[in-house]
């Protein structure tokens, strides 16, 4: 399975980015997706999930009414709108998602990665 994320950038406070996550491959079906952000130094931390199903969201507090997570199924992509931007905001964003694979043995769940995309918010 392969992620990819595109859509960073440097940009001032206040401004707006879209961020996308495209994931193909081979697999039975997406479970979720997700995005998370890491900073230097700090631990990776969730920035929202949305289910492939019913479309569940969740948001981190930090970004509540500023961000909103949203996917196309058909294409395997997800987005991340991201308005009213703060240089807190800055760092790589990476993209998760979750496949699921069916056996005999029964149902199985695996994590994959995006390479990550710089955001720099300045002041």
């Known amino acids: 399975v392969q992620v990819v994320e595109s859509g960073g950038g440097l940009v001032q406070a206040g401004a707006s980015l879209r961020l996308s996550c495209t994931a193909s491959?081979?697999?039975?079906?997406?479970?979720?997706m997700g995005w998370f952000r890491q900073v230097p130094g700090k631990q990776r931390e969730l920035v929202a999930t949305?289910?492939?199903?019913?479309?569940?969201?969740y948001y981190a507090d930090f970004v509540k009414g500023r961000f909103t997570i949203s996917r196309d199924n058909v294409k395997n992509t997800m987005y991340l709108q991201m308005n009213s931007l703060k240089p807190d905001d800055t760092a790589v964003y990476y993209c998760?998602?979750?496949?699921?694979?069916?056996?005999?043995?029964?149902?199985?769940?695996?994590?994959?990665w995006g390479q990550g995309t710089q955001i720099t918010v300045s002041a």
């Open positions: 949305i289910s492939s199903g019913d479309g569940t969201t």
């Open positions: 491959g081979s697999f039975f079906r997406i479970a979720s």
């Open positions: 998760h998602v979750e496949t699921q694979e069916e056996y005999y043995s029964g149902s199985y769940r695996y994590d994959h």
